[in-house]
């Protein structure tokens, strides 16, 4: 604790907290900014990470929408194509079968449908995954829906310090830019400088080294994934872990790389595994490195079925670490 | 044989661009169509008549007809959309024979049907903006009226005034009419029809003027108030040009909207009387652009008591408790048994 | 407020525009000379010259996929268009979004749009920026009657209303969503009964009279502009053309009686004949405005026609900034 005092970059905040301050930082850094959505203003959020703001920075910024998600995206668009940088908050990305359209055929279009001539800053916050009951049409990851549309960012930070970063590198960029979090890591805490920062968009990371084994993953797999390559050591099979960050643009290089290094692939999510980012990962790798492959490459994700409601039932439907040492047995033989 | 009750409601009142001036509320037609209904229900409490309606583009009378599951004879819209559909309607009403018409809509409508039946016996119910001419009843009231006199329950003459109203006659056109004021304006164009630029009015010929009503008929109003019961008409020269202004006047020349009006004279007309009007300028007629008229053009406006005959629904209704005629029949019969 | 002379020439002059760039615009998707579909607004031109008379190039826009009407009307250039719906580089979308994504940013026109009912929700975007920046610019937003069934339409409407922004709602009633009748698609005959239900002013007004247009538009953006509030205007008007092309009549879901009975009430001929009546244009000033539109419009081809398609290298330009 004596250390925190002379190094205050070591501060720890929550995931949450880091959320907060991310979204302070761009309304105070960027004047044209705002922040629309269900329950954002005097709420704060139903997942808290927006409470102080509507004091700080006044029902003008900070904006309570009707339960509108189509509206509230267009607005979002709208606003963008005219000049300002908004913040929309779509509160569980389940909702996003109510905006749809906004989000494909407007949002994600309007830039390259008119030429190059629309500018579209926006940064869109939501909230994916299971494990805590919130049953079937509040714990979905969908990122895969996104990911497949030209014109958007999609990023998915697995940590607070990657939250708080991403999250302003969303708010500078003059793309659309869906920002995935993870309500099971709301409370997860972790380092984050109190200055503003960013996290490059399109950028993985290598959060654990390793030579014989590569996972490849994002947000709250990348936990799951290091306790499996815990796990995996003791085995004694060095695992290491790609932590994606970003998935619209996808970074293939690193993935690749450490692939060609330790020849032997996993993708970890926790969306349904058929029809996921898995897939596409897995193509991309036989595709760049089939000749540095020593086994095909594996996937780990949730069955094909909706997300369950019963506490028993989800436990045993959202991918982790002992599922992920498991498949890696099969595959590795260890 | 019964002479049948008309229904004639007007799809298009209550939805024109005073909505946006004077604050008025868009009347939407799903309330029309409960106003019929509940004519209906008042109809039917008096007991069988036969009904002729206006088959409107809407289906406002269509609908309720319907839900009520009765027999009505429709008459088929002309389906231009614009006042000609009312107006057109009014003639077949005449041809049927109509004891009592019921109109929904304001004084746009009920000029409209009084230019196609210039004497026609009304219920007006006011479903409109400007609504000098209709009063405001509750429906059911209103066809407990219509039943009433229908049915002959109630006598016609005892409870019906007839009304005075201006003849408008155009030189090479149509003849027009006004049941409450008809105005010359400088605009040069109909457009969105409601009269809303005191500025630009010349002239104004009014049948009544009363001061707790909304349009022109406030502006007399407030300077020399007539009732409808008088023999008389008032002619008003306005100005907006302060010079020839004589007196001002703060009228509600549309519900939720005043303007201060210049008066350069004011007169007080025999029926018969008439004014000679000669273009270029619009005639607005009971409160709406109507009629352009072309450079040298000339019209005639010339105010008589021909007009509409206008049931009071009061009187209908006293009359009827008087004479009994809604006891229902069993206690009648009991009342008869007792004796 | 009645219109000025020079504001009715300019009406005047605008309806004009849309007429001939769309019959030309016709004939040549008919000859095959234009890849994909248009949507042609022949019969609607007084809503939109009423309407965008009242705007600045700052006032914002959002279309349908019937959109070169409000883009003309809105001050788009020939040559760009023509250029847009031929495909070719020099479009406004540099050929990318053809007829149904047509836009100019430069002038607030945010884009036809082929999903209907998208555009309202946009424009309360726009208007929200408006509000934002207290520009004291308002946004238009244009859609039909089929749109006027799109949950989309009631979100923005509710949005608007909510936020008192600045912003007009445009509903071109032309009786037909697509191929189906309102009769079949909707119970009401007047989307503007629905004002009432969002909390903000309805008007029905005749769409195919270019002064009762201007009237009603014109108070409705003064009262978006003063800060009051958005506004429902319904124009009740007719598709002289069909729903894709040019083919009016002899079509198996409309009536030729009905769209005679319209065409009597064509729009430009109605006004034309009021302005010569009425000595604000003369016969031979009109048979001018018509002969020079129809020169730009020969010009407007020619151009498009010269003008190189996108290079395939370009196919992934701007798909990100």
Known sequence: MAESKTQPEARELTYVAAINEAVRAVLTEQPDAFVAGEDVAGAGSVFGYYKGLLEEFGAERVIDTPISEEGIVGLGVGAAATGLRPIIDIMFMDFMGECMDEITNQMAKMRYMFGGTAYLPITVLTMSGAGISMAAQHSQSLEAWLCHLPGLKVVMPATPYDAKGLIISASRDDNPVFVVLNKMSLGMKGEVPEDSYTVPIGEASIVRPGENFTIVTYSRMVHESVKAAEALSSLGVETEVVDLRSLQPLDTNVVIESVKRTHRAMVVHEAVRFGGMGGEIAAQIQELAFDYLDAPVARVGAPFSPVPFSPQLEQSYIPNADKIVAEARTLLDV | MKRPIGIAANPASGKDIRRLVARASVFDNQEKCSIVARCLVGIAAVGHAPIVY?????????????????????????????????????????????????????????????????????????????????????????????????????????????????????????????LIDAVVSMDRFIGARALLDCGQLRTAFLTHANPAAVGMTAIGGLLEPLNTTVDAGLVIELSSNPASA???????????????????????????????????CVLALDGERERVLKPCQRAILAIERDGPWVIDVERALHAAAKNGALVPAWELNEARNAG | MQPSDDVLRDIHRRMVRIRIFEQEAGKLMEAGKIPGALHLYVGEEAVAAGVMVHLSDADQITSTHRGHGHLIAKGGEFHKMFAEIFGRVDGYCKGKGGSMHISDMQIGMLGANGIVGAGPPIAVGAAFTNKFKKSGNVAVSFFGDGASNEGSVHEAANMAALYKLPIVFICENNGYGEYTPQAHHQAIVDVADRARGYGMPGVVVDGMDAVAVYEAAGEAIKRARAGEGPTLLECKTYRFFDHVGVRGMGLSYRSDDELAKWQQRDPITLFEATLIEQNIVSAEEAKVVHDKVEAEVQAGIEFAEASPMPDPAALLDDVYK
């Not at chain 2, 009592?100 to 039946?117: E, H, P, S």
């Not at chain 2, 009231?141 to 016609?156: Q, R, T």
């Not at chain 2, 004589?246 to 008066?263: E, M, N, S």
Request: with cysteine; hydrophobic share 45%; net charge negative.
């Open chain 2, 246 to 280: 004589r007196r001002w006047v703060r009228a509600p020349i549309a519900p939720g909207l005043f303007q201060d009006v210049g008066i350069c004279s004011l007169q007080r007309v025999a029926l018969g009387h008439s004014l000679e009007i000669i273009g270029p």
């Open chain 2, 54 to 178: 206006f088959d409107d583009t809407h289906r406002i009378t269509r609908s309720a007809i319907e839900d009520a599951n009765i027999s009505a004879t429709p008459i088929e819209s002309l389906g231009t959309g614009t006042a000609r559909d009312t107006t057109r309607v009014a003639v077949d009403m005449k041809d049927f024979d109509c004891r009592v018409v019921i109109t929904l809509g304001g004084d746009g409508t009920n000029r409209a049907f009084v230019k196609g039946w210039l004497n026609a016996p009304l219920l007006p119910i006011s479903t409109g903006t400007n609504n000098v001419f209709p009063v405001i009843h509750e429906a059911t009231v209103v066809g407990v009226a219509a039943a009433l006199i229908a049915s002959e329950m109630v006598c016609f003459d005892d409870v019906a005034d007839q009304q005075k109203v201006i003849h408008v006659r155009i030189d090479d056109e149509d003849d027009d009419i006004a």
